[in-house]
Every structure is written in C-alpha cells, then in structure tokens.
C-alpha cells in the first residue's frame, strides 16, 4: 500500500484540519467534531439548513458541498464508517438557524441509524428537523450493509437542488416535500474495475484479475450484479446505459440530467470518453439531456471505475437550480 499519510488511525482527523485550513474563508470546524460548516451569517440570512454526511473516503462527498447554496454543514465519519450521533447532533444545532434543519441521507444502516438518533436528540431541543433517506443505486436490490438500495452519487444532485431552494427562501416544509419529489427520480449503477484500499487495513477490498472489472459495485466495495473481461467504453455505457433505461421506463422526449462520476482512481480523459458514448445512446433514445456533470464527486479512495446517474427532470425548474452557481470546494 502506498499512501501520503502520518498515522492511518488519524487519518480523518488530519484530513478535516487541511481541508479547513486549506479554505478558511468557507469552512470551518464545528468544535469537538469532525464536521464542518459554511461560514455564514446564518442569524442575518436564516435558512433551512441542510445537513448530510457519512463516512469519509468519498471526497468531495460530503464536506466539498458545503457552502452558499449547497450544505450548511457535513459530518465526516471515519474511512467507510457512519459519523456518531453526537456528531451529527452537533451538526445540526450548528445549522439551525430558526427555520429547521433538513438531512439528507444515504442509505445504509449506520448512517440511517444514527442520522435518526441525532435528529430524536435534535427534537429535544426543540429543533424542527426532518430527512430524507436517498437510495438511488439500482444495482442490487440489498447489499452488504444497507436494507434496500444504496445511496451512491445521485445524492449529489438532492444536495444541489435542495440547496438552491433553501437559498431563495424555501421553508422546511417545502423542502420535505421537494426531496421526496426528487429522490424516486434520481437512478445510478456503476462499474469497478479495480478495489479501494483503506489506510487501516492496507489491502484492497477486493480483487479483480487485471482484465476483469464487475458491474454494479458499491461505493464501499460491496458485490455487484456481474463480473467479465473487460470491454471498450461503448460496451460499457451500453449496459450501464440499458440498466437506467429500464429502471426509468425511458420514453422519447423527456427530459434527463446525466453525471459521470469518477470513483477515485480513473482519469477524467477517461470518464468523458465514457460520458461521450452515453450521450450518444441517449440520443439515440430521443431523450433529451439539459444538464451534464463529469468528475469526481463521489469517490471510493482509489477504486478505479465509474458510476453514472441518470435524473428524469419532471419539474422545469430543476435543471435552473443544477445550474445555479454556489461556492463550494467540490460542485
């Protein structure tokens, strides 16, 4: 294993500080966590605040979509692993600017589990929080560490869209209501052609002969839908391609947000190769695309591979709030 490191076991720690040192004029540190937050006025402009989080090794997912018009506040776990409650509690008192704080949660049981604990103390203290659980990877149907499916990259497009309307003035409960609009909307799958290592166990997670990649894989390592040799890219938008089609029901002249995104280790030359082939199948679909996204967003550690998302834009404004501009590390 090769990595620029100090102690494995400090890792994330060590990460938080560069990254809010590394931006101190958006980010900065919630006190006694390894979450961090917009520096804002939120007294001045209060908004819904918008809180999401998870383990860390997905960078830029969560804490590089915190600022003006994304996240208030993101809560890094450790590598693989949900952020404690009392973290995310601090999180959200953190966010709560008098109009409610709004989580948005990938589905996998110890995020899911402990996102609800924070929010049972939240209410406590008399602080109106409400969530969503986003499940969009169509891959499996349960997976190695959730009931149902996973959240993978699509919640990305939930942090963008919430965000925008929280910054024009949207009160908690049309923001409850918006992102359960979204998320049925919002479909992803993926394809691996390599392992992540973790910095403490210092081996990948899993391996694949050097001509072999496996569809479907989640963003932790869990197993996908199917393993073969490797093909060319159009081969492979195809069936990523197919999959989101049938999983959308994908009818000529409707309308779609399409990102490719990088799971850690493959070259954007490479993922806008793959992005170039998508298009064109969706053209030939005679769908439309109003919005695309190519990069890293969110990430494996070094997993070499892609996922894509596919977003069917039923409400005309969504596609002006994925355009919105916002002063983030990550978007």
Request: net charge negative.
């Amino acid at each position: 294993m090769k990595k620029i490191m100090n102690d494995p076991s400090q890792i994330v720690t060590e990460m938080v500080q560069g990254l809010v040192r590394s931006y101190p004029d958006q980010l900065k540190q919630i006190p006694g966590t390894e979450a961090v937050m917009k520096i804002a006025d939120l007294k001045h402009r209060p908004q819904v605040g918008i809180v999401s989080g998870g383990g860390s090794g997905h960078e830029p997912t969560h804490a590089g979509f915190v600022g003006d018009g994304m996240l208030t506040a993101a809560v890094c776990g450790q590598v693989f692993t949900s952020p404690t409650p009392d973290q995310i509690y601090e999180a959200i008192k953190a966010a709560d600017a008098g109009r409610g704080v709004f989580l948005v949660i990938k589905n996998y049981s110890g995020d899911v589990m402990n996102f609800e604990m924070a929010k049972d103390m939240a209410a406590m203290d008399d602080i109106d929080v409400r969530s969503i659980v986003v499940d969009d990877d169509i891959a499996v149907e349960n997976s190695t560490y959730t009931q149902g499916r996973r959240g993978v990259a699509g919640t990305i497009f939930v942090h963008k869209i919430l965000g925008a309307y929280t910054r024009q003035g949207a009160g908690i409960e049309a923001i409850e209501e918006l992102a359960h609009q979204i998320t049925p909307n919002i479909k992803t799958i993926g394809v691996a052609l390599s392992g992540a290592t973790v910095p403490e166990v210092g081996k990948p997670g899993f391996e694949l002969a050097p001509d072999e990649i496996e569809y479907g894989v989640g963003i932790h390592g869990e197993p996908g839908y199917r393993r073969e040799k490797l093909q060319d890219s159009k081969h492979l938008a195809t069936e990523l391609v197919g999959k989101l089609k049938e999983a959308h029901h994908m009818t000529a002249g409707e309308h779609f947000a399409v990102m490719v995104n990088g799971l850690g280790a493959t070259p954007l030359m490479e993922q806008y190769v793959f992005m170039n082939d998508v298009l064109d199948l969706l053209a030939a679909e005679n769908v439309e695309v109003d919005f695309t996204k190519v990069g890293n967003y969110m990430t494996s550690l070094d997993m070499a591979g892609v996922s894509l998302t596919i977003m069917k834009l039923i409400e005309p404004g969504w596609v002006a709030k994925l355009d919105e501009p916002v002063t983030t590390i990550g978007w």
